[in-house]
C-alpha cells in the first residue's frame, strides 16, 4: 500500500481526518443542538467566554453566569486559553465544540497510525491501532456524555513521539512540552496527570533500552522546565485557587480482571452498573471480541521478543492502576496517597491508556495473522500478497465499532442556544438544567452550582429582577448596576460613609476605583465614604500579567531551544565528554 506509508505525508493526514469525522458523524446531525450530560457544562463555559469576547470585548476571567460568579481565569476546566477555542468565534460556540471534538480525533488517529508504524507494525495493523483506540468506548463514552476535558487524551501518541525523539534531538523536549501546555489550556484535568505517568514509563522504556541516562534526563528536564514556564498562565492561577478550594476526594471503586474483559466486550448496557459507585459511562469501553482475541495475540508474541516487552508492560501497567483500590498492595491507592494524584476519584479512567497500549498489540496482533495468512497455500497468491484478509477484517471490525459506538455518541439532541437577551442581569429562578448552557447569552445567572471545583457560592445571593446592589450599612441610594463578564459599574450616593453589598461572590482579584473591598458572607462588599460617586469594579487575577509574562518567556526559551538545540547540544556532549 504506497497511499498509506509509515512517513506523515498529505494522504495519512486526509485519510486520519476522514476518519475523525465518520466516527463522530453523528455530533453533526443538528449541528446547533447541544450536548447530553455535561456538553450543557462545557457548553456553559464556552458560551460564557464567547459572551466575554464578542459582546463585552473582553477576555473571559470572570464567569458571572453560575455559582453566584465564579472565576475562569483559576478554573482547571477552563479551555479559552486553547488556540482551537477560535473556532468558537468562527462557527458559533456549538458547532465549534463539535468540530473541537473531530479535530481531537484527528490528532489522535495520525498519532497512533505513527505511533504503531515506529514500533514495526504493518499497515493494516497500525490502521488497527488507530482505530481500536480512537474508536474505543472510552472515547464513545465520555466524549459523547459531555467529558470535554477529556479530549486532550488523543494528544498521547505525540506524547509518545516526542519524548523519544526529545532523547535523539533535543528540540523535541520544546515539542513535548508544547503538547503538555495545550493539555493544560484545554482543560486536561486529567490528561495531564495520566500524561506524567505516561513519561515517566516510556522514559524508564528509554533506558531499557540502553539509550543513554544523560540524554533521557536531560530531556526529561528541558521538557518540564519549560512546560513550568510556558504553563505559568494556567498552573499559577490554578495552584493559587486550590489553595483557597482543595479538592481531594475519597476513592476506594475497583474492578476484577473479568470485570474488565466485560468493559471490553459488552455491546450494549443500562445507565447503572451493579453495586459500583459510579454510571457504566464511567466503566464502558467497548472494543470488541476481535480485537480482544488480536491484543492477546499480540501480546504474546512480544512478550517472547525481549525488544518488543515495552508494549506488553504499559497494557499491564495501566491495567492494574484501572483496577482500582483492589486490595493493600493495590498500585492505585498508592498512587492516590499522592499529591494532586488525590484528588482523582475513578480509578476505571486509566482505561484509556491501558487501551493504548492494547491497541498497539492489537495491530501487532493482526499484523501475525497476515503472516499466517500468507502460508495459507490455498488462497490466490494476489489476494494474499495485497493483504486482502487482513483488510477484511479490519473492515469487519470498524463496522462492528460503527454499530456499537455510534449509538452512545449519538446524543447531541438538545436545544439549542437560547438567544434572547434579558435587558439586566440578575439571577433568574429558571430551571437550572434546562437554561444552564444558555445562560451567558440570556444575560442572566444562577445561584446553582455544577462545578468540580470546590467554589462556595454566597448564602446571601437574591434572585429576581431586582436592583444588584444595596447599602448595607449608613444612608444613601445606589443606581442601576451595568454589568460586563468581568466589571461592574454603577452610581451610588452615601449621606455618610457606609457599606455597599454587590450580589456576586467576593474573590480575589476584584478592584474598585473608590472605597475598600470586603467579603461579607461570600458576598462582595465596599466601605464607601460620603458623597456621590461612580464606581467601577472589574475583575483582575492577582497573578495575571505575571504569570502571561512568565509564559511568554517560556514560549523565547522554546524558541531559542528550537532554533540552537543542535549547536548547544554538540556543545553539551562534547564537554561532557571530556
Avoid at 513521539?161 to 486529567?190: C, K, N, P, Q, S
Wanted: glycine letters at 8%; charged letters at 15%.
Amino acid at each position: 500500500m504506497r497511499l498509506l506509508s509509515s512517513r506523515p505525508n498529505a494522504s495519512i493526514a486526509v485519510l486520519t481526518l476522514v476518519a475523525a469525522f465518520l466516527l463522530w458523524l453523528p455530533a453533526f446531525r443538528w449541528p446547533f443542538a447541544t450536548g447530553f450530560g455535561d456538553w450543557q457544562f462545557f457548553a456553559h463555559m464556552w458560551e460564557a467566554g464567547f459572551v466575554a469576547l464578542t459582546r463585552h470585548a473582553e477576555w473571559p476571567l470572570w464567569d458571572p453566569y453560575h455559582c453566584g460568579g465564579i472565576t475562569i481565569f483559576g478554573n482547571p476546566q477552563s479551555q479559552h486559553l486553547s488556540p482551537l477555542y477560535l473556532v468558537s468565534l468562527l462557527a458559533g460556540t456549538t458547532l465549534g465544540s463539535k468540530i473541537f471534538v473531530v479535530l481531537h480525533a484527528w490528532a489522535g488517529f495520525a498519532g497512533m497510525y505513527l505511533l504503531a508504524c515506529r514500533q514495526g507494525v504493518s499497515v493494516p495493523g497500525a490502521c488497527l491501532a488507530a482505530l481500536a483506540w480512537c474508536a474505543s468506548g472510552f472515547f464513545a463514552w465520555h466524549i459523547g456524555t459531555g467529558h470535554a476535558a477529556f479530549l486532550p487524551f488523543y494528544f498521547a501518541p505525540w506524547v509518545v513521539l516526542t519524548l523519544r525523539a526529545a532523547v535523539r534531538d533535543i528540540r523535541y523536549a520544546a515539542a513535548l512540552a508544547g503538547i503538555m501546555v495545550l493539555v493544560l489550556l484545554e482543560g486536561g484535568v486529567y490528561p495531564f496527570p495520566f500524561f506524567v505517568l505516561l513519561i515517566a514509563f516510556e522514559a524508564l522504556v528509554q533506558l531499557a533500552q540502553r539509550q543513554a541516562a544523560s540524554r533521557v534526563i536531560v530531556a526529561l528536564l528541558t521538557a518540564a522546565i519549560l512546560v513550568a514556564v510556558m504553563g505559568a498562565v494556567r498552573l499559577w492561577p490554578i495552584f493559587d485557587e486550590l489553595q483557597r478550594s482543595p479538592r481531594t476526594m475519597d476513592s476506594s471503586d475497583a474492578v476484577s480482571l473479568p470485570e474488565v474483559l466485560q468493559l471490553l466486550t459488552t455491546r450494549a448496557h443500562g445507565w447503572h452498573w451493579g453495586a459500583h459507585e459510579f454510571v457504566w459511562a464511567e466503566y464502558g469501553n467497548y472494543v470488541g471480541w476481535g480485537v480482544c482475541v488480536l491484543g492477546v495475540m499480540g501480546a504474546f508474541a512480544c512478550g517472547l521478543r525481549p525488544g518488543k516487552r515495552s508494549l506488553l508492560f504499559g497494557a499491564l501497567l495501566f491495567l492494574s492502576l484501572m483496577l482500582g483500590d483492589f486490595g493493600a498492595l493495590a498500585p492505585y491507592r498508592v498512587l492516590h496517597a499522592l499529591p494532586v494524584y488525590d484528588s482523582l476519584r475513578v480509578p476505571s479512567r486509566f482505561a484509556v491508556l491501558f487501551t493504548f497500549y492494547f491497541a498497539v498489540l492489537a495491530g501487532r496482533g493482526l499484523e501475525l495473522t497476515e503472516r499466517w495468512l500468507s502460508d495459507v497455500r490455498a488462497l490466490p497468491r494476489f489476494v494474499v500478497r495485497r493483504n486482502a484478509p487482513a483488510w477484511l477484517l479490519l473492515a469487519a471490525l470498524a463496522i462492528d465499532l460503527a454499530i456499537v459506538q455510534y449509538p452512545t455518541i449519538d446524543k447531541w439532541r438538545y436545544e439549542p442556544i437560547i438567544t434572547r437577551v434579558s435587558p439586566r442581569f440578575y439571577f433568574s429562578t429558571l430551571s437550572y438544567g434546562d437554561y444552564y448552557a444558555s445562560l451567558p447569552r440570556m444575560n442572566l445567572g444562577s445561584r446553582e452550582c455544577y462545578e468540580a471545583m470546590n467554589f462556595q457560592p454566597s448564602a446571601m445571593l437574591w434572585v429576581g429582577d431586582k436592583p444588584q446592589a444595596r447599602v448595607l450599612r449608613g444612608r444613601g441610594a445606589v443606581g442601576e448596576v451595568e454589568r460586563t463578564s468581568s466589571h461592574a459599574y454603577f452610581d451610588v450616593r452615601m449621606d455618610a460613609p457606609g457599606r455597599v453589598i454587590v450580589n456576586h461572590n467576593y474573590a480575589p482579584g476584584w478592584q474598585s476605583n473608590v472605597g475598600q473591598l470586603t467579603p461579607y458572607y461570600g458576598l462582595l462588599a465596599i466601605d464607601l465614604p460620603a458623597g456621590e460617586q461612580h464606581v467601577a469594579l472589574t475583575y483582575r487575577p492577582t497573578m495575571l500579567w505575571q504569570s502571561l509574562s512568565i509564559s511568554m518567556l517560556g514560549c523565547m526559551f522554546a524558541w531559542l531551544l528550537l532554533r540552537f538545540g543542535p549547536a548547544l547540544e554538540r556543545a553539551l556532549w562534547r564537554r561532557s565528554s571530556a
